[in-house]
């Protein structure tokens, strides 16, 4: 019984050093342990002789007394039965320093209720931890609550009232809390604070344990053996009528053990309670709630073990997002930001080659919205008879081409191939503007940046720069390959065109059929061959024709499409080199170069994360370090064997 009471002491204390009272707002609710563990709180309204019932099971005078709200915090009373003959008592928030002076032990509990609720007579729901270690107690836990009230006195809010009645039922309410509700037997049982708060929250009186207390100063004639017996309000376990010092004894410094002593003889002589004596004062009611409180405590561990590890798994997946605390020194924020950038930048890859959507939006503008833009091309136009006829025209100037017009052919080419620059700057384009909202994308999924909006603009911003230098780059080879094709024709095309291969050799003197060396005499006989075969020569009228110009337009027309073909390939490759493949190698290089020079002032700007994100990170590691000491200390006790 000893470890498991000491058990819930313990992780009582880590409650309060951890800033888990049971008190949270449903926004931000974390896990709870405080509310899941046994405890006996100790409810009474004021002047109900709550304070001198702890008192008297303590057996020692050190709570402050006071007219109007004197407990204005919860005080978490853990008493100890020791061995030793010392007795001693230790504050949570003075860790090791023991108090033997009594009036010093009553002095800190006002001390320390007015560090945090000042001098003033406000509230507050963070308890004050006081062990005690005597021989004359047993292992019990209690909550001193503050007294319940029915209106405000000077100095208090207009809320008092509401306030501490929230508070006591935060505490009652829970279905792991023993309730003590203290009556005083000297006014009606119907109009009883305590019994109204517990009725409320325990309609079945199944937690609550009933205490009369005064019941020495009832008129005379008068007696309670109506509420301690059962009858005017039944509880599923016994009232305990207790007697406690009175006023003059408490001026008198009165010893507490001689007051016990007193208070066993007031029932064994009373001629209304002496058949009750063996079930009545403080000390069979320590006795008691100890036996009761442990086996509360027994019953509920495994359930309190089985809450313990799923609020850890909660949070731990929690943390996961939120991301771990980050260290003050530059090295370790350099490290931090430095595994962001890998983190994104893994991401970004997937989404290039395959590992995530992305990467297709590229090749979909290679396979169908580059062959879409060149065959939209206006070469229909370019090549009518109209144009052709006019840009031979213009080229022979004032003297007509003599056999084919080289002049023409080459200004309808270039003028022709020019256009594929539109296309291939759009193709450059449209990869840039998919590559930079893939890092827009990547930087959304990466969630250790979620946390960090300055990092993920400054992020965001290099990572951009880098892409429209790699645009610029591939913009200017693609626009380099079409100025190539420009630059120089492929010769060797036109000289197998049908028709013209024979007129090429008569006029440009290459070798003929016969293995001799053209010339002028080779040239006439050239011609006269034609003449001789019948063929008509193509006359000045002749070279004008509409079927000369077609003719023309188709072999220009046929060569456009010949390097639409290398273009259409050569294109995405140029992309690919320039862009896609110098994003996967060097999108952060830039942002990589920046945060190198920069101090630890400078990365921690860049690591200034949204406050609010800062206090539930630390608000949940806190609970979840708070979770897993329970767990420790509850597989340490082997519970399941006491």
Same mark, same amino acid.
């Given at each position: 019984m000893d470890n498991l009471i000491g058990l819930v002491n313990r992780l009582q204390q880590a409650c309060t050093v951890l800033g888990d009272y049971g008190v949270s707002s449903a926004?931000?609710?974390?896990?709870?342990?405080?509310?899941?563990?046994?405890?006996?709180?100790?409810?009474?309204?004021?002047?109900?002789?709550?304070?001198?019932?702890?008192?008297?099971?303590?057996?020692?005078?050190?709570?402050?007394?006071?007219?109007?709200?004197?407990?204005r915090r919860p005080l978490v009373l853990q008493l100890h039965k020791v061995d030793s003959s010392s007795e001693y008592a230790?504050?949570?928030h003075q860790p090791g320093k023991k108090y033997t002076d009594w009036a010093a032990v009553r002095k800190e509990v006002a001390d320390e209720t007015d560090r945090i609720?000042?001098?003033?007579?406000?509230?507050s729901p963070v308890p004050i931890h006081l062990s005690i270690y005597s021989p004359n107690v047993v292992n019990l836990t209690l909550v001193d609550l503050p007294g319940l009230t029915k209106i405000a006195v000077e100095g208090q809010s207009d809320t008092i009232v509401r306030d501490i009645e929230d508070m006591v039922r935060q505490y009652v309410e829970k279905p792991n809390c023993i309730i003590l509700a203290v009556s005083p037997a000297n006014q009606d049982i119907a109009t009883s604070d305590a019994m109204r708060m517990a009725r409320e929250v325990d309609p079945e009186g199944e937690r609550t344990w009933g205490v009369l207390t005064k019941l020495d100063l009832m008129d005379k004639g008068t007696n309670a053996l109506d509420v301690l017996e059962g009858?005017?309000?039944?509880?599923?376990?016994?009232?305990?009528?207790? =007697?406690? $010092? %009175?006023?003059?004894?408490?001026?008198?410094?009165?010893?507490?053990?001689?007051?016990?002593?007193? #208070?066993? +003889?007031?029932?064994?002589?009373?001629?209304?309670?002496?058949?009750?004596?063996?079930?009545?004062?403080?000390?069979?009611?320590?006795?008691?709630?100890?036996?009761?409180?442990?086996? =509360?405590? $027994? %019953?509920?561990?495994?359930?309190?073990?089985?809450?313990?590890?799923?609020?850890?798994?909660?949070? #731990?997946? +929690?943390?996961?997002?939120?991301?771990?605390?980050?260290?003050g020194e530059a090295g370790a924020q350099l490290y931090t930001v430095l595994e962001m950038c890998r983190a994104f930048d893994k991401i970004f890859k997937e989404h290039l080659d395959g590992g995530r959507p992305g990467g297709d939006r590229i090749n979909a503008v290679f396979e169908t919205k580059l062959p879409a833009a060149l065959n939209k091309l206006p070469f229909d136009k370019h090549l009518s008879i109209q144009n052709v006829r006019r840009i031979v025209a213009e080229a022979d100037g004032y003297q007509p081409h003599l056999i084919a017009p080289e002049g023409g052919y080459?200004?309808?080419?270039?003028?022709?191939?020019?256009?594929?620059?539109?296309?291939?700057?759009?193709?450059?384009?449209?990869?840039?503007?998919?590559?930079?909202?893939?890092?827009?994308?990547?930087?959304?999924?990466?969630?250790?940046?979620?946390?960090?909006?300055?990092?993920?603009?400054?992020?965001?911003?290099?990572?951009?720069?880098?892409?429209?230098?790699?645009?610029e780059n591939s913009r200017k080879l693609t626009v380099r390959l079409v100025e190539m094709e420009t630059s120089y024709l492929t010769v060797e095309f036109f000289r197998r065109l049908p028709g013209?291969?024979?007129?090429?050799?008569?006029?440009?003197?290459?070798?003929?059929?016969?293995?001799?060396?053209?010339?002028?005499?080779?040239?006439?006989?050239?011609?006269?061959?034609?003449?001789?075969?019948?063929?008509?020569?193509?006359?000045?009228?002749?070279?004008?024709?509409?079927?000369?110009?077609?003719?023309?337009?188709?072999?220009?027309?046929?060569?456009?499409?010949?390097?639409?073909?290398?273009?259409?390939?050569?294109?995405?490759?140029?992309?690919?080199?320039?862009q896609v493949r110098e994003a996967k190698r060097r999108l952060l290089d830039r942002f990589y170069a920046m945060v190198g020079k920069e101090d630890g002032k400078a990365l921690g700007k860049l690591l200034d994360e949204d406050p609010d994100v800062m206090a539930r990170r630390q608000a949940a590691w806190k609970r979840l370090e708070l979770l897993r000491k329970a767990r420790n200390e509850i597989d340490s006790v082997g519970w399941a064997r006491v």
């Open positions: 926004e931000d609710a974390l896990p709870t342990l405080w509310e899941q563990l046994p405890s006996v709180a100790v409810v009474g309204g004021q002047s109900s002789g709550k304070s001198s019932v702890l008192e008297s099971i303590v057996g020692k005078d050190f709570l402050p007394r006071g007219s109007g709200i004197v407990t230790e504050f949570l609720t000042g001098k003033t007579k406000m509230i009858r005017s309000y039944k509880l599923k376990y016994p009232w305990v009528g207790v =007697v406690n $010092r %009175s006023q003059a004894d408490i001026n008198r410094n009165v010893d507490m053990l001689a007051s016990r002593r007193k #208070e066993r +003889e007031y029932f064994q002589t009373s001629a209304d309670y002496s058949h009750l004596a063996n079930r009545m004062g403080t000390e069979y009611l320590a006795k008691m709630l100890s036996k009761h409180l442990e086996q =509360v405590i $027994r %019953s509920k561990i495994p359930g309190i073990q089985s809450l313990i590890n799923n609020n850890i798994d909660e949070l #731990e997946k +929690e943390m996961n997002a939120l991301g771990r605390p980050i260290g080459r200004r309808l080419i270039e003028s022709a191939l020019l256009m594929f620059k539109g296309p291939a700057e759009a193709v450059v384009d449209e990869v840039h503007f998919i590559l930079r909202d893939l890092v827009r994308i990547s930087v959304g999924e990466t969630t250790e940046l979620l946390r960090f909006p300055s990092l993920q603009a400054e992020l965001s911003a290099a990572a951009t720069q880098s892409l429209e230098s790699f645009r013209l291969e024979n007129l090429d050799e008569a006029m440009d003197g290459k070798e003929g059929k016969d293995g001799k060396k053209g010339g002028g005499s080779g040239a006439s006989s050239k011609i006269k061959a034609l003449k001789g075969s019948g063929d008509r020569l193509p006359t000045g009228a002749d070279r004008y024709q509409e079927m000369h110009f077609r003719r023309i337009g188709s072999n220009v027309s046929t060569y456009v499409g010949m390097v639409m073909e290398c273009l259409q390939n050569a294109i995405p490759k140029a992309v690919v080199h320039c």
